[in-house]
């Protein structure tokens, strides 16, 4: 996908969000632009930012991604906005993607607690779904298996988005 494809999609979401709204995100979500990115080898996580909605920031560690044929799976971190100084907490979903056949699911999830440190991941057995076109499925889609990436910057953890204020 273009830049350019991918702005128009961008800006589309932002102005009809009904079909984000029918995947997992929350509603009023803004789904951030990006670019192509070139293959680099994994040297530990790196989130990124790429959709903000009122209550939630929604980051993807573009390292994270774990290739089987046109199947994926991804990690994806939902940031809660309103939390007391020094509370860590957040929740880590992994998606399964079915890249081709345009489908996902959350297969396992995790809640981190106030010092930031992952509870046990939990089978969450969702059945595949499709994914709706510049939905916030299709977000997760499009980074994971198109190697895309959202707005600068990136950071090594979730804690140090949050430290970083939760831009």
Same mark, same amino acid.
């Given at each position: 996908?273009?830049?350019?494809? +991918?702005?128009?999609?961008?800006?589309?979401?932002? /102005?009809?969000?009904?079909?984000?709204?029918?995947?997992?995100?929350?509603?009023?979500? #803004?789904? /951030?632009?990006?670019?192509?990115?070139?293959?680099?080898?994994?040297?530990?996580? #790196?989130?990124?930012?790429?959709?903000?909605?009122?209550?939630? +920031?929604?980051?993807?560690?573009? +390292? =994270?991604?774990?290739?089987?044929?046109?199947?994926?799976?991804?990690?994806?971190?939902?940031?809660?906005?309103?939390?007391?100084?020094?509370?860590? %907490?957040?929740?880590?979903?992994?998606?399964?993607?079915?890249?081709?056949?345009?489908?996902? +699911?959350?297969?396992? =999830?995790?809640?981190?607690?106030?010092?930031? /440190?992952?509870?046990?991941?939990?089978?969450?057995?969702?059945?595949?779904? =499709?994914?709706?076109?510049?939905?916030?499925?299709?977000?997760?889609?499009?980074?994971?298996?198109?190697?895309?990436?959202?707005?600068?910057? =990136?950071?090594? %953890?979730?804690?140090?988005?949050?430290?970083?204020?939760?831009?």
């Amino acid at each position: 996908m273009t830049i350019r494809k +991918h702005a128009i999609a961008t800006a589309m979401v932002m /102005l009809w969000g009904a079909a984000a709204q029918a995947q997992t995100a929350p509603p009023q979500e #803004e789904i /951030l632009g990006g670019t192509a990115a070139p293959v680099q080898e994994s040297t530990g996580p #790196e989130w990124w930012a790429f959709s903000r909605a009122e209550a939630k +920031h929604y980051l993807i560690d573009v +390292h =994270s991604v774990e290739r089987t044929g046109d199947e994926l799976t991804v990690m994806v971190a939902r940031v809660p906005m309103e939390t007391a100084a020094g509370d860590y %907490s957040h929740t880590v979903d992994k998606f399964g993607i079915r890249c081709n056949g345009r489908q996902s +699911h959350v297969v396992t =999830s995790s809640d981190a607690f106030e010092d930031g /440190l992952p509870g046990e991941a939990f089978e969450t057995e969702e059945p595949w779904e =499709s994914i709706a076109r510049d939905s916030f499925d299709d977000a997760i889609r499009e980074i994971s298996c198109d190697d895309m990436r959202p707005s600068p910057p =990136s950071y090594a %953890s979730v804690k140090a988005y949050i430290d970083a204020g939760r831009p």
